[in-house]
């Protein structure tokens, strides 16, 4: 037998109406994809872009490894690979904080703001993880908690010292950062939704039809891949304007 057979025979099929499964495995080709296309495209642009650049890029292939090994642990299981799943977010959402940061430092951004934000990242993601997993019978307890930390992420950006950074720096920067403000209010609140929908609660007769896994990985699609088009977006506004200039 060869090795392809051994691999291929190891690989559990996936039923065709596997709905869930699906949206895993659409959701590595895109996270692929995207990562190829920011990888590739870093180069094309000027020193100061490139970093943001490469960012989005490992944000996307971080959640590519992550979302073949969730597909595969659905298929096996037919369970919610929640544990993998908080791995990929407290890799990939500190990440997103980053990109605040490399964006505002322009306008002199110090790495304490960068520092808060990824705080509260990872104390609303672990909040998190200990309602959807350790502590399911207190929730709802534990989303709220983890909703408070969102909300100053929210506070931060949108009204704190984030925002006075952007409104200094002005033309470009301030577009981008208010598209980015954008993903975290109404892209985020995806989130919140698929935690209703898959953990008990007061909320139950409201989300809980909706499929958990499903709403996370749309969520995931529209802001890791979305969040990174904003940034390349700006990296290639801002390369045409010092073209001009
Ligand atoms: C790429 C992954 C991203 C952007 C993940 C973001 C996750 C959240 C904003 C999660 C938020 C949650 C709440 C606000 C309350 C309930 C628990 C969470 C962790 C689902």
Not at 44 to 70: C, E, N, P, Q
Not at 134 to 153: K, T
Not at 171 to 181: A, D, E, P, V, Y
Request: charged share 10%.
């Amino acid at each position: 037998m060869t090795t392809l057979n051994i691999f291929m025979s190891q690989m559990p099929p996936m039923a065709a109406d596997d709905y869930v499964g699906f949206t895993f495995f659409v959701g590595a080709m895109a996270m692929m994809a995207a990562s190829a296309f920011f990888f590739l495209s870093m180069n094309g642009f000027d020193k100061k872009w490139r970093t943001s650049i490469l960012v989005s890029g490992l944000i996307t292939f971080i959640a590519a490894v992550h979302y073949w090994y969730m597909r595969d642990y659905w298929i096996s299981n037919a369970e919610s690979p929640t544990f993998f799943r908080y791995v990929d977010w407290i890799l990939t959402v500190p990440l997103m904080c980053v990109e605040f940061y490399l964006i505002l430092k322009v306008a002199g951004a110090k790495t304490s703001l960068m520092w808060r934000l990824i705080f509260l990242s990872v104390v609303m993601l672990i909040t998190g993880y200990l309602g959807e997993s350790v502590y399911r019978d207190s929730a709802a307890l534990w989303g709220f908690i983890s909703g408070i930390a969102y909300f100053a992420i929210v506070y931060e950006i949108w009204l704190g010292s984030a925002k006075k950074l952007a409104v200094k720096a002005g033309g470009n920067i301030l577009k981008t950062h208010k598209m980015l403000c954008w993903f975290v209010l109404v892209g985020w609140a995806i989130y919140p939704l698929g935690y209703m929908a898959g953990t008990p609660g007061w909320y139950e007769s409201l989300f809980g039809g909706l499929a958990m896994d499903v709403v996370y990985n749309i969520g995931d699609a529209i802001n890791k891949i979305g969040f990174g088009l904003v940034i390349y977006s700006l990296a290639v506004a801002a390369s045409e304007e010092a073209q001009t200039a």
